[in-house]
T-cell receptor
């Protein structure tokens, strides 16, 4: 199978600072890594994803990096804003079966 | 519709009753997933359907839980003889299998409360 670990479980940052959330995975066959943001009482929403053929992807204030050798990937949020406060989940997926394995989530609080 | 639709949005029932939750995936999505999310917790995988293949039921917590899907359309998750520990939000997601690495799209979930 696959085991995805996510750290930290909670993170507080001052508005304008950066936030970094890290995930590790165990199965080297995993090749797709999405990140989801879940606001309180709402559905998880895809915010960014990366495939194993690239090492970094950026979308405005959000970036994801992937280190296939070390089997870890990270979410970077720059210039954080209060509306970034939410729970963030990482996930890993393998090319066979299309099963997704989720991390346990990081509760991010951006302090105004 | 444009997104994954789940019904009901909320369900309150007495312990011991059976409940049925419904999920309408995005049209054309061959993969459908059910997750359970307890308050303040992560996503607990329950079951996964992929086209006409046998479903992956490895996440179902007990034989009180079952799910069906007709072809590539609606899925129903049934919980029999509900217990208080079944109280949670049940999320459905679907994804396309048109290529490798397709993201999941989630519904708003069904909030189940067992009295």
């Amino acid at each position: 199978g696959e085991n995805v670990e996510q750290h930290p479980s909670t993170l507080s940052v001052q508005e304008g600072d950066s936030a970094v959330i890290k995930c590790t995975y165990s199965d080297s066959a995993s090749n797709y890594f999405p990140w989801y943001k879940q606001e309180l009482g709402k559905r998880p929403q895809l915010i960014i994803d990366i495939r194993s053929n690239v090492g970094e992807k950026k979308d405005q204030r959000i970036a994801v990096t992937l280190n296939k050798t070390a089997k870890h990937f990270s979410l970077h949020i720059t210039e954080t804003q209060p509306e970034d406060s939410a729970v963030y989940f990482c996930a890993a997926s393998k090319p066979t079966g299309n099963q997704f394995y989720f991390g346990t989530g990081t509760s991010l609080t951006v302090i105004p | 519709g444009a997104g994954v639709s789940q019904s009901p949005s909320n369900k309150v029932t007495e312990k011991g009753k059976d409940v049925e939750l419904r999920c309408d995936p995005i049209s054309g999505h061959t993969a459908l997933y059910w997750y359970r999310q307890r308050l303040g917790q992560g996503l607990e995988f329950l079951i996964y359907f992929q086209g006409n293949s046998a479903p992956d039921k490895s996440g179902l917590p007990s034989d009180r839980f079952s799910a069906e899907r007709t072809g590539e359309s609606v899925s129903t998750l049934t919980i029999q003889r509900t217990q208080q520990e079944d109280s949670a939000v049940y999320l459905c997601a679907s994804s396309s299998s048109a290529g490798l690495g397709q993201p999941q799209h989630f519904g708003d979930g069904t909030r189940l409360s067992i009295l």
